[in-house]
């Protein structure tokens, strides 16, 4: 059964902090490419940083380059968002996704049930 965890949201203060948590099983997670997304009310959901398989490339959406980094552990099956300077924008549910290519090209992929973050003083 294919799990996606996230975890460590929360409410904080402008130019605070938040690193969250994203544990899977199910799949294999060492193929797969993993990202962040978030959606704030009223709003489409949007990239917010996507990492390689190996951890070796990683890209930012615009707003959130020099604040967040995404990061990923292959042998925790878990991934990394450490959001810094946050501000009240950034306030959204914050999903993990997965997606990897089996035999065939054929292309997986998986979401999980999200986080709220909500930055407000």
């Known amino acids: 059964q294919v799990q996606l965890v996230e975890s460590g949201g929360g409410l904080v203060q402008p130019g605070g902090s938040l690193r969250l948590s994203c544990a899977a099983s199910?799949?294999?997670?060492?193929?797969?490419?993993m990202s962040w997304h978030r959606q704030a009310p009223g709003k489409e959901r949007e990239l917010v940083a996507r990492?390689?398989?190996?951890?070796?490339?990683?890209k930012y959406a615009d707003s959130m380059k020099g604040r967040f980094t995404i990061s990923r552990d292959n042998a925790e099956n878990t991934v990394y968002l450490q959001m810094n300077s946050l501000k009240p924008e950034d306030t959204a549910v914050y999903y993990c996704?997965?997606?990897?290519?089996?035999?065939?090209?054929?292309?997986?992929?998986?979401w999980g049930q999200g986080t709220q973050v909500t930055v407000s003083s």
């Open positions: 199910g799949f294999p997670f060492s193929r797969s490419d």
């Open positions: 990492i390689s398989s190996n951890g070796g490339r990683t």
């Open positions: 996704n997965a997606a990897w290519t089996a035999a065939w090209d054929k292309v997986y992929t998986y």
